[in-house]
């Protein structure tokens, strides 16, 4: 690769590996990145960036990239067809499931991965013009106890202020690996330094945020539930509550309370391996301080017990008035909401799996299609994600894409879950179109990253909302009149494009579900630069201008016009709403603006806790596995090439040393693991990080990467080992870090 120019071109855009989303620079050398580094001008990231981001050229450049669609044929091969072809065949195919059984049974998986959420925005239209209800996404394997939580405490998603808290709290997260908090590893780095503040690390893993911590709470696997119980406990029966704050701004504290007064403490502390005085003394620091934010993350969202953790969590915070101040926890504005937040559960139709936010649970999916239910999903449509590589039990969900009469993959590359679809429509990769982020969770300061294209599509490719639209277009969803009606009003002017919009949708009712599909036609061609695809946003600044007026105009923006052309306009993103700390309470959906702390259903979880299981590992599986854990060299499916990799390569199953020292093994052997569904193979890293008995794999790792000849493998494939059956008993996600298995050596 020659290397280019001072003078080249710096392309602004954004990181696409974790929620986060920082600004990127990039420095083209044909189509390769020559150049990677942070954008300071960024809005939210100020020019910060991880060592993963600087090798995003693997993601752009490292698969085998599918250029045209493919059809799978009776005997299994697939064929290159035109676009034509596919999109006419899979129309058809889709309307005879939908005339035969009924359009609520094709399922919608995806909707976009870290940075590609526009395409999903556009899935929606072919959704309801299909009749399809049911979906699922990757939050289904995470965030949907915790916001089933939040649905009934704050009604939406709180973050912490973690650059002005004076205590800062991380429930198996590490964010010096996952990020998450803006700008992680300065911001850990400045609460490492600073003598007044203090940070709490509550994880079995001695992790590299553990070492920068005051205070690590360094609990059994599986027991965070019983520590975070025991804190509360403390707080209560130690009269370390803020009373002024719950009785003016909460309701149902003296039931919580009651509860927590009966707690067995020292049992407690001994059921979750942690000192007694260790936790009093963390619970009194937590109750003196000025502020206390909390972040929780997939350490226990994915373990035992993880919708009361979600609970317990937010309880911490609350008991001690830790909301709407600074250094403490916020609500905050959404450009479109990641999931609907409601207290309401309605049920999947074959298992009656509760569909929290509006989704389904991944570890119910398979059981949904394997059957001969009449209810049972007959399609999937599945766009930008992997899940017969991401969900639990890889061979149970490949077999149920196998009974169903039709799968559709959307994506840049022959993955996992592409190789038994029928049909495989080749997309742009995420720095080939206008693309954008809906992880806008930040408080007071909200942003929105609307991104340009680096490259142009590569050829036979196309951007998802296209696909989508000419899906729809074979579907005859919407009728001349109507989208000629629109398209002549785009031309006169957005204000007399927002008053035709705005008829129609009270006239016909039925097109508001098509919406994005109305603007993506008729807007869309009207944008600058060829942003099509942006057309969506419009609509969705509509929203930010309805629903937090004030926010959007102290933000700078006098409309919603002037807010969409500011996202059009800005590319190193825009500040869509600005807060103070007051206005949190605007958020709250409650009348009296109250928080109602009492959830019957999770203050039963906590009662019944003294007799819950905490061990879950048996004399045939003794250890606890955590499948997934993130490194420093390791990231999501979508790096579909090993090389970027410049240390464990294979993705070592880190093991403690007494336990390899007792199985006869040490650094670079090889060792067999075996769980209930699978076994695999692995190298192994001694790591004095982990407890007896712990024992972890990373994320990413166990693709099967195309060769000359087939297909290559490089380390394992963590849910080749996964249960789908072991899930929590209230959200249904999966405990994939917490996964009783054998250890040998191979």
């Known amino acids: 690769m020659t290397t280019p120019p001072a003078t080249a071109t710096w392309h602004k855009t954004a990181c696409i590996l974790c929620e986060n989303n920082c600004g990127l620079l990039i420095q083209l050398d044909d189509r390769r990145f020559a150049k990677i580094r942070g954008d300071k001008d960024h809005v939210a990231s100020a020019g910060y960036t991880c060592n993963k981001a600087l090798r995003l050229d693997h993601y752009q450049n490292g698969a085998t990239r599918l250029t045209t669609p493919l059809r799978r044929e009776p005997d299994g091969t697939f064929t290159e067809i035109d676009w034509d072809t596919a999109i006419s065949e899979i129309a058809a195919r889709l309307t005879a499931i939908k005339d035969t059984y009924g359009g609520d049974k094709i399922f919608y998986y995806g909707g976009g991965g870290q940075g590609n959420h526009l395409g999903g925005a556009y899935s929606t239209a072919l959704r309801r013009a299909l009749g399809s209800r049911y979906r699922s996404s990757a939050l289904a394997q995470e965030k949907t106890g915790e916001g089933w939580v939040d649905a009934h405490l704050t009604g939406g998603h709180t973050t912490g202020d973690f650059e002005h808290a004076e205590v800062s709290i991380f429930l198996g997260k590490n964010p010096w690996q996952s990020h998450g908090v803006p700008r992680a590893r300065t911001v850990l780095q400045q609460i490492a330094k600073d003598p007044a503040r203090t940070m709490i690390v509550i994880d079995p893993v001695r992790t590299e945020t553990a070492d920068l911590a005051d205070i690590h709470l360094q609990l059994r696997p599986g027991t965070d539930a019983w520590c975070l119980a025991a804190l509360l406990a403390i707080l209560v029966q130690d009269d370390l509550l803020d009373h002024a704050f719950l009785t003016e701004h909460t309701t149902g504290s003296d039931t919580v309370r009651t509860d927590l007064a009966h707690i067995d403490i020292p049992a407690y502390a001994d059921i979750c391996g942690v000192p007694e005085d260790l936790l009093r003394s963390t619970a009194h620091r937590i109750a003196a301080a000025t502020s206390v934010a909390t972040y929780e993350d997939l350490g226990v969202q994915q373990s035992p017990n993880s919708t009361l953790i979600s609970y317990l969590d937010k309880l911490l915070w609350l008991l001690t008035g830790n909301f709407a101040k600074p250094g403490a926890m916020q609500p905050h504005s959404w450009m479109a909401p990641l999931a609907g937040y409601s207290r309401e559960v309605k049920r999947s139709p074959v298992t009656g799996a509760p569909l929290f936010g509006g989704m389904l649970p991944c570890n119910a999916i398979a059981e949904e299609i394997s059957t001969d239910h009449p209810d049972r999903f007959r399609a999937m449509i599945i766009e930008s994600a992997n899940p017969a590589h991401s969900l639990a039990d890889s061979t149970a969900f490949r077999d149920a894409l196998h009974a169903l009469d039709l799968v559709v993959v959307i994506d840049i590359a022959r993955t996992e879950t592409a190789r038994h679809a029928d049909y495989v429509l080749p997309a742009a990769s995420q720095f080939e179109k206008w693309e954008a982020t809906f992880f806008n969770l930040e408080f007071p300061h909200n942003t929105f990253h609307l991104r340009a294209p680096v490259l142009d599509p590569l050829p036979g490719t196309l951007p998802e909302p296209e696909i989508y639209a000419r899906l ?113 309470w605007d958020y709250l959906p409650h009348p009296d603006k109250r928080i109602p702390l009492a959830i019957p259903e999770l203050l039963h979880a906590l009662r019944d806790l003294a007799t819950t299981p905490a061990t879950h590992t048996t004399a045939e599986f003794p250890f606890v596995l955590a499948a997934g854990e993130r490194r420093s060299f390791t990231a999501n499916t979508i790096f579909r090439d090993d090389t970027w990799r410049r240390r464990d390569p294979e993705g070592a199953l880190r093991l403690n040393p007494g336990d390899a020292t007792r199985l006869g093994l040490t650094t670079g052997d090889r060792a067999r693991i075996t769980t209930r569904r699978g076994s695999a193979v692995a190298t192994v890293e001694t790591n004095d990080r982990m407890q007896p008995g712990h024992a972890s794999l990373p994320n990413g790792l166990g693709l099967d990467l195309p060769t000359g000849d087939g297909t290559r493998r490089t380390g394992v494939a963590p849910n080749d080992l996964t249960d789908l059956t072991w899930r929590d008993a209230i959200a249904g996600t999966p405990w994939h870090k917490h996964v009783p298995a054998r250890i040998e050596p191979a």
């Not at 009207?526 to 509509?542: E, H, I």
């Open 472 to 584: 729809l277009r074979e579907l005859h969803a919407v009728g001349r009149g109507t989208l000629t009606l629109l398209r002549t009003a785009a031309k006169l002017g957005r204000r007399p494009y927002a008053w035709t919009f705005a008829a129609l949708l009270a006239t016909d009712k039925s097109l508001a579900g098509l919406a994005p599909y109305l603007l993506y036609e008729t807007l869309g061609p009207t944008l600058p630069d060829g942003a099509r695809s942006a057309a969506v946003l419009w609509a969705l600044a509509q929203r930010v201008a309805k629903v937090y007026p004030a926010a959007m105009r102290r933000a700078g923006h006098r409309d919603a016009d002037a807010l969409f052309d500011a996202i059009l306009t800005s590319r190193s993103g825009v500040t869509f709403t600005l807060d103070d700390y007051d206005n949190a």
